[in-house]
Structure formats: structure tokens, C-alpha cells
């Protein structure tokens, strides 16, 4: 049963515009969340994160909002840039849990359109 | 800058072969995590380790080992490669401490074929 959802595979937008990128989780132990973006034949690299006791944390162009209730969280982008066209996985895991395991959704591809 | 490594990028090899893959990091982390990622799918954990002479399985079953003897390295061999192993393997490692202990780097990947 997959616990971190990530339902779309792709996502393409323009230049410029803003890019949401959305992720669902079923498991209401976990409490802390990641966002990773990986370029072709590359590893994955960190983002940015949000711990459950915060609803948002920003960081230049990056946003992730985290609504605990809904068990959603959703990481913008903007102003998107053609560098920005990446797969982006989300992460999360439970502090609580006696270890730093991570729970990966399955990415969703960003295309940025000049 | 993440200073983790793993050889071989790419490897094609035929069922029955012995295999290591490898995986280093320059950065002084207890912490080193094995994970399989096939196309289109999520990272699923294999193997982790939280320090010399510890390692743990994941949370997917997997038919590899691994060892830790050194804290900058972190192995991973198949004993009889088979078509089913084909797969992207990713290596990672963290720092010990805090929520940065989740803020996990990510070696580059080796891309297996079994044949």
C-alpha cells in the first residue's frame, strides 16, 4: 500500500508561470516531509522540507505547504524556469519512529516550456 | 556540495555473475542508505546502516548485502545477478543529528542490467 501519493506523473508549464506540484500521504505518524528533484542520470537532491509543527516554509522560488488535516502537501515554484524541468519526488517520514527512514511518492515530472 | 560516489555508473552483466556495487562519501556521515528504483516508480529503501559494523534490511526484500567496516564506505553485492535485479541503485548518505539527519545525499546511481 503506497503511503506517500504523488497522483500526477507529469506537469508542464510555462515560463515564468508558477508550478504545483502536489503529494498526499496516508500515514498520520509521519511528521516530517522533503521535497527532491532529480535530473536525468543524476541522484536525487535535496530541496526543501517541512516539519508538521509549521503549515508553510519558503526558500527563494521554492514554497511547500503542508495541510496536516488533509494529509496534503503541495511545493510551488515561482517564477518557474526552464532549469527548474526536473522529476520531483516527495518524501516523508516519522521522527517519532526511532529511525531516519524515508517514504518516497513516485516523482512527478516538471517540464518548463521557454 | 555532496561528495558521494558510486561505481559503476553502468553495468550490463549476465545471470549468475557476482556483483558489488560501490558506494563512498567524502563526508564524514554515520548515516548510508541503499535504496532500488526502477522507472516511473518511487525509491524503495534496501539497506541502511547507522555506523560501522551496523546494517539493517529495508523495507523492500532484496537478495543483496551489504557491509559497513569503513564509515565511508558502503557496498552492496549480489551474489547470482538475475534478470529481476535489473534495476536503478541509488546510495545515500546523512549526517547523525536533528531534522538534518533526513536531509539525505544522493550518490549518482548505477544503472543494472542483468541479461
Known amino acids: 500500500d503506497q503511503q506517500v501519493k504523488q497522483n500526477s506523473p507529469s506537469l508542464s508549464v510555462q515560463e515564468g508561470r508558477i508550478s504545483i506540484l502536489n503529494c498526499d500521504y496516508t500515514?498520520?505518524?509521519?511528521?516530517?516531509f522533503l521535497w527532491y528533484k532529480k535530473y536525468p542520470a543524476e541522484g536525487p537532491t535535496f530541496l526543501i522540507s517541512?516539519?508538521?509543527?509549521?503549515d508553510k516554509n519558503e526558500d527563494g522560488r521554492f514554497t511547500v505547504f503542508l495541510n496536516k488535516s488533509a494529509k496534503h502537501l503541495s511545493l510551488h515554484i515561482v517564477p518557474s524556469q526552464p532549469g527548474d524541468s526536473a522529476v520531483y519526488f516527495c518524501?516523508?517520514?516519522?521522527?517519532?519512529?526511532?529511525?531516519?527512514?524515508?517514504?518516497f511518492g513516485k516523482g512527478t515530472k516538471l517540464t518548463v516550456n521557454p | 556540495e555532496a561528495d558521494i560516489y558510486q561505481t559503476p555508473r553502468y553495468l550490463v552483466i549476465g545471470t549468475g555473475k557476482k556483483i558489488t556495487l560501490e558506494c563512498s562519501q567524502t563526508?564524514?556521515?554515520?548515516?548510508m542508505y541503499w535504496y532500488q528504483q526502477d522507472p516511473g516508480m518511487e525509491l524503495h529503501l534496501i539497506h541502511y546502516?547507522?555506523?560501522?559494523?551496523?546494517?539493517e534490511k529495508g523495507d523492500l526484500s532484496s537478495e543483496s548485502t551489504v557491509s559497513r567496516i569503513r564509515t565511508e564506505h558502503f557496498p552492496l553485492t549480489l551474489e547470482s545477478a538475475r534478470p529481476s535485479h535489473t534495476s536503478q541503485y541509488l546510495c545515500?548518505?546523512?549526517?547523525?543529528?536533528?531534522?538534518?539527519?533526513?536531509?539525505?545525499?544522493f550518490g549518482p546511481g548505477t544503472r543494472l542490467t542483468v541479461t
Open positions: 517541512i516539519s508538521s509543527i509549521k
Open positions: 563526508m564524514g556521515h554515520d548515516k
Open positions: 546502516s547507522y555506523g560501522v559494523n551496523s546494517t
Open positions: 518524501a516523508a517520514s516519522n521522527s517519532q519512529g526511532g529511525s531516519e527512514k524515508l517514504v
Open positions: 545515500a548518505s546523512s549526517p547523525g543529528q536533528g531534522f538534518s539527519s533526513y536531509e539525505q545525499y
Open positions: 500515514n498520520s505518524m509521519f511528521d516530517y
